[in-house]
């Protein structure tokens, strides 16, 4: 008969109901399988960690948001932020669930295009566009997004040279009761330089003003801020048609909605605090039908929606490498994936959960990362079962950002993989090896 494991006794004390700093006591939650595959089975065939994409997901989440829009506005064309997850297969389901493609460079300009979007379907924002990412733009007829009178006197010179008339909107900064304002990016509705940005394109002879936009911020917890920033670009929309006697073609959002991740120093989880896709639908409609627009020349909306549309459908999978007792007393645990995958862990309390149920009791513990850096905090306080060298865990809601933003640093970055509809599995971005940087380095001879 095998001998059967020794675990230390726990004393747990009993909380009736009574919240502390991490909420109110619940059942701990497992994460055994993703989309009917068990975490054990994904790991043993592809590594850990491992990235692992859920498309059901993906196409759930974005059959939500279009839902609460089309019902609320008749006109709506989403457009995939590539910058949130541009993983080649990621964009190729937005793009098949009927997204343009929203860029901010001329890497991911040529990754829309290679992924099979026409450039007339590619919103192109950014403050960094070179003259080639703008000749590029404008013979591939996609929408541009000026951000500043710099750019604006280059796109001028440059449609003058090629002879080519360029599609233009603006980008407007604004104060939408957001602070700090996102002021950075685009011109001031309130200080009048979107206005003169427009009355300069509209005399420009190779320029054609077809839209406005605006990014109001990111992780927006409050719908009416929409609202307020729908209203100011209404009022744009409605000052061009007074003066030139002209309707643009779209009003552009941006994109901001929060995911369900909980923000640090969050005392409710975000699954309880964020809006809803409904809600902020509803401001944003209900401030453009409202407002002084015609009901037969309403604009195009146009949203960039990306952490809220993809932050569900992410998964990270992990192994425990080590616990230790630090001075403190307080117990923590070292896992096989750090900061330099899960670039979101510096403001999100990230999800974290065991693969199976475990026997020992929970206690505030941190969860570190296997970097030789003191930075690399997975989670810094986190009410946790006690875990052995070798268990799994999986840490959820991350599909935004940290698969674009994640680096190698002191470790390889892992396999990439997506769950089809089918519940079929696809590597969608291999295992880096010293072979994929010995193809890019070069070691002069001395």
């Known amino acids: 008969m095998e001998k059967i494991k020794y675990e230390k006794p726990v004393i747990n004390k009993i909380s009736a109901g009574v919240p502390s700093k991490f909420g109110l006591p ?26 692992v994409i859920s498309e059901r997901t993906i196409r759930e989440v974005f059959a939500e948001a279009k839902r609460a829009f089309e ?67 404008i013979e591939h007829n996609a929408c541009i997004h000026i951000d500043h009178f710099d750019e604006l006197y280059l796109l001028i010179e440059i449609s003058r040279k090629i002879n080519k008339k360029a599609r233009v909107a603006i980008r407007v900064n604004l104060d939408a009761g957001i602070y700090p304002i996102w002021d950075r990016f685009g011109f001031n509705y309130e200080n009048g330089d979107a206005w003169n940005a427009i009355n300069r394109i509209m005399l420009a002879e190779n320029l054609e003003l077809i839209g406005l936009h605006t990014h109001i911020g990111t992780y927006i917890m409050v719908s009416s801020a929409y609202a307020i920033a729908a209203s100011k670009l209404a009022n744009l929309y409605m000052a061009v048609h007074r003066k030139f006697d002209y309707w643009l073609k779209y009003i552009d959002l941006g994109g901001g909605f929060a995911s369900k991740n909980t923000l640090k120093g969050a005392y409710m989880p975000g699954t309880e605090t964020c809006p ?7 401001a944003i409609s209900n401030a453009l039908i409202s407002s002084e627009i015609p009901h037969e020349n ?16 992410g998964f990270l999978l992990t192994t ?17 994936a750090g900061v330099n995958l899960l670039f979101t862990s510096f403001w999100y309390n990230l999800g974290v959960y065991p693969s199976k149920e475990m026997s020992g009791g929970a206690e505030e513990s941190t969860i570190y990362g296997p ?11 986190i009410v946790f079962p006690h875990v052995n060298t070798g268990d799994q865990l999986v840490i959820e ?16 970055r892992p396999n990439m993989v997506l769950i089809d509809m089918e519940g079929k599995t696809h590597i969608i971005r291999k295992k880096e090896s010293l072979e994929t940087f010995k193809q890019q380095e070069l070691n002069p001879k001395r």
């Open 71 to 137: 019902t609320r506005y008749p006109k709506v064309q989403f457009a995939w932020s590539y910058k949130t997850n541009y993983m080649d297969a990621v964009c190729s389901i937005y793009h098949d669930e009927g997204s343009w493609a929203e860029v901010v460079s001329g890497f991911e300009f040529e990754k829309a295009l290679s992924n099979g979007v026409n450039g007339s379907q590619i919103i192109f924002n950014g403050p960094d566009k070179s003259e080639t990412d703008l000749t590029m733009a």
């Open 276 to 282: 809803s896709f409904d809600e902020y639908a509803e």
């Open 397 to 412: 809601r991350v599909g935004a950002y940290n698969m674009t933003q994640s680096m190698q640093f002191i470790t390889y």
């Open 298 to 313: 309403l604009p195009v909306l146009f949203l960039e929606t990306g952490r809220a549309l993809i932050d569900d459908a």
């Open 26 to 51: 619940v059942k701990q939650k497992i994460i055994s399988d993703i989309d009917g595959i068990k975490v054990s089975t994904l790991m043993e065939k592809y590594g850990s960690p491992l990235f």
């Open 371 to 381: 970097l030789c850096m003191n930075i690399d905090v997975v989670r810094d306080a």
């Open 320 to 336: 425990v490498l080590a616990n230790k007792r630090l001075n403190s007393g307080r117990r923590s645990t070292v896992i096989d």
